[in-house]
């Protein structure tokens, strides 16, 4: 089964080159890792071209203006751009283990998408990480919040399992999806800009068209740096988006994916290819 993972970024190459070096020493290998850019500076760029030199898989960058958090339309990118039948996102700053991708293919299922977890680092633990260009946080490691998320045991997480259609615990960082999911719900609905609520309102549609819902605990682990954030923010208008949603029983949304499919009828360029007819630096 092809395997496409969609890393979205913005602005910090340095947690970038930690997410990029987890992927690179992974079990199972994607068969390509798409890093979709939500208009970073140059430094991004330069450091995927240095890492595209000796990166093991397909490596391709999408770059789009930077006009705001414009998470959905970059998603939605990305998810245009894949070659992979199953397609595994994760965001620019989430450290997957090294059967991060091995476990997340064990348990695709059809009719479902898989909503994996994360241990959180606190700011002296992603400092530390960063720093030393660490990758594994072990379940002892200070300064970590939720570290039963460090333990992988295959056997409890396929009794954890069950398919469900609770939406409590919708996060974008770790998710799994057929790509033909994707395109029958349209994916991300880009009326929702700024931050959060782009991911419940996905699922929800997802809900609404009979998928459900498999939980990943104690496998498909990855570890998310410490960043401030807007999570608590006030009257986000992407709340009535999805209140909409809710109401009219929605499966597809207005303007999302299909917009984005012509441009990659044809691949995009593997960033390997570039990096070898360029000069080391």
């Given at each position: 089964m092809r395997t496409s993972v969609i890393v979205i970024t913005y602005n910090w190459p340095r947690a970038l080159d930690l997410v990029l070096r987890a992927l690179a020493r992974q079990s199972t290998l994607p068969d390509e890792v798409i890093v979709t850019d939500d208009g970073s500076r140059t430094d991004t760029r330069d450091l995927l071209i240095a890492t595209a030199r000796n990166f093991p898989t397909r490596l391709v960058h999408l770059w789009q203006p930077d006009d705001g958090a414009r998470m959905s339309r970059a998603r939605n990118r990305g998810i245009a751009a894949a070659r992979g039948k199953y397609v595994i996102f994760l965001d620019g700053d989430m450290l997957a283990q090294r059967?991060?991708?091995?476990?997340?293919?064990?348990?695709a299922q059809r009719g479902c998408f898989v909503q994996g977890s994360r241990v959180l680092t606190g700011e002296r633990c992603a400092s530390r990480l960063l720093a030393q260009q660490q990758i594994d946080v072990g379940f002892f490691a200070p300064d970590i919040e939720r570290r039963r998320h460090t333990l992988r045991w295959p056997?409890?997480?396929?009794?954890?399992?069950?398919?469900?259609?609770?939406?409590?615990?919708?996060?974008?960082?770790?998710?799994?999806?057929?790509?033909?999911?994707?395109?029958?719900?349209?994916?991300?609905?880009?009326?929702?800009?700024?931050?959060?609520?782009?991911?419940?309102?996905?699922?929800?549609?997802?809900?609404?068209?009979?998928l459900?819902?498999?939980?990943?605990?104690?496998?498909?682990?990855?570890?998310?740096?410490?960043?401030?954030?807007?999570?608590?923010?006030?009257d986000n208008p992407n709340d009535a988006v999805l209140a909409a949603t809710r109401a009219s029983g929605a499966l597809r949304c207005a303007v999302g994916l299909d917009q984005h499919l012509a441009e990659f009828a044809a691949p995009a360029p593997d960033l390997r290819e570039q990096a070898s007819a360029a000069p080391a630096a």
């Amino acid at each position: 089964m092809r395997t496409s993972v969609i890393v979205i970024t913005y602005n910090w190459p340095r947690a970038l080159d930690l997410v990029l070096r987890a992927l690179a020493r992974q079990s199972t290998l994607p068969d390509e890792v798409i890093v979709t850019d939500d208009g970073s500076r140059t430094d991004t760029r330069d450091l995927l071209i240095a890492t595209a030199r000796n990166f093991p898989t397909r490596l391709v960058h999408l770059w789009q203006p930077d006009d705001g958090a414009r998470m959905s339309r970059a998603r939605n990118r990305g998810i245009a751009a894949a070659r992979g039948k199953y397609v595994i996102f994760l965001d620019g700053d989430m450290l997957a283990q090294r059967d991060f991708i091995a476990d997340h293919l064990a348990f695709a299922q059809r009719g479902c998408f898989v909503q994996g977890s994360r241990v959180l680092t606190g700011e002296r633990c992603a400092s530390r990480l960063l720093a030393q260009q660490q990758i594994d946080v072990g379940f002892f490691a200070p300064d970590i919040e939720r570290r039963r998320h460090t333990l992988r045991w295959p056997a409890l997480a396929r009794a954890w399992a069950r398919p469900h259609t609770r939406e409590a615990g919708i996060k974008s960082c770790n998710w799994g999806f057929w790509r033909d999911d994707l395109l029958a719900l349209n994916g991300f609905n880009e009326a929702m800009t700024g931050w959060g609520r782009e991911d419940n309102e996905l699922a929800l549609r997802a809900f609404h068209m009979g998928l459900q819902r498999r939980d990943l605990r104690f496998a498909g682990l990855a570890t998310h740096l410490w960043h401030a954030t807007r999570k608590n923010v006030v009257d986000n208008p992407n709340d009535a988006v999805l209140a909409a949603t809710r109401a009219s029983g929605a499966l597809r949304c207005a303007v999302g994916l299909d917009q984005h499919l012509a441009e990659f009828a044809a691949p995009a360029p593997d960033l390997r290819e570039q990096a070898s007819a360029a000069p080391a630096a």
